[in-house]
């Protein structure tokens, strides 16, 4: 059973505007959230992560939002760049226990 | 500094025949995962070392597959025999540990079986 869900596999969005993912995740343990991206032939690498103590985390054009209530997180890039076009995948930890991965949402960004 | 290693990058075998896949994490990384990532899937963990201790191997299919870290360091991932399912990118990761957070991945191996 999937516990981190990632419901849209693809996304384009122009160059300059904000390009929205999203996760959601069934299991209400999990305290560790963490978003990776993935170039083709390339290892997923780490972006940003957040904790449950909080609602939000910023780092430079790449933010996560956490709605705990909903289980459901977010991230925002904002202004999105060809750069940006790559698999982004959502995992999930509880305490110090494995990660769970989403299927991933592809990203194009058209210039 | 050097990422996690992994070979062979690409891997062809006919079914039933045995593979192994190799990974070297970044130094002094003393956590250790070997990830199975199906096609449109994320990847999901087989198994987890500590140091050179398999700490969780729940997900390790244990008929045909064997996982070993001698000394800590490098680990390798055997597949014997292969099956047609097993093709899929196999993916070395490594961490100072799971309360620290973070895992490294290396380039992955991805295996064909026909």
């Known amino acids: 059973d999937q516990q981190v869900k990632q419901n849209s596999p693809s996304l384009s969005v122009q160059e300059g505007r904000i390009s929205i993912l999203n996760c959601d995740y069934t299991n209400s343990m999990f305290d560790y959230f963490l978003w990776y991206k993935k170039y083709p032939a390339e290892g997923p690498t780490f972006l940003i992560s957040?904790?449950?103590?909080?609602d939000k985390n910023e780092d430079g054009r790449f933010t996560v939002f956490l709605n705990k209530s909903a289980k459901h997180l977010s991230l925002h890039i904002v202004p999105s760049q060809p750069g940006d076009s790559a698999v982004y995948f959502c995992a999930a930890r509880e305490g110090a226990n494995n990660l769970f991965f989403g299927t991933g949402t592809r990203l194009t960004v058209i210039p | 500094e050097a990422g996690v290693v992994q070979s062979p990058r690409y891997k062809i075998i006919e079914k039933k025949q045995p593979v192994a896949f190799w990974c070297n994490p970044i130094s002094g990384h003393n956590t250790l995962y070997w990830y199975r990532q199906n096609l449109g899937q994320g990847p999901e963990l087989l198994i987890r070392y500590e140091n050179e201790e398999a700490v969780d191997d729940s997900q390790l299919p244990k008929d045909r597959f064997s996982a070993e870290r001698l000394k800590g360091v490098d680990s390798t991932l055997k597949i014997q025999p292969a099956e047609l399912g097993d093709s899929a990118v196999y993916l070395c990761?490594?961490?100072?540990?799971?309360?620290?957070?973070?895992?490294?991945f290396g380039p992955g191996t991805r295996l064909t079986v026909l």
């Open positions: 990761a490594s961490g100072l540990g799971l309360a620290v957070g973070t895992q490294y």
């Open positions: 957040i904790s449950s103590i909080k």
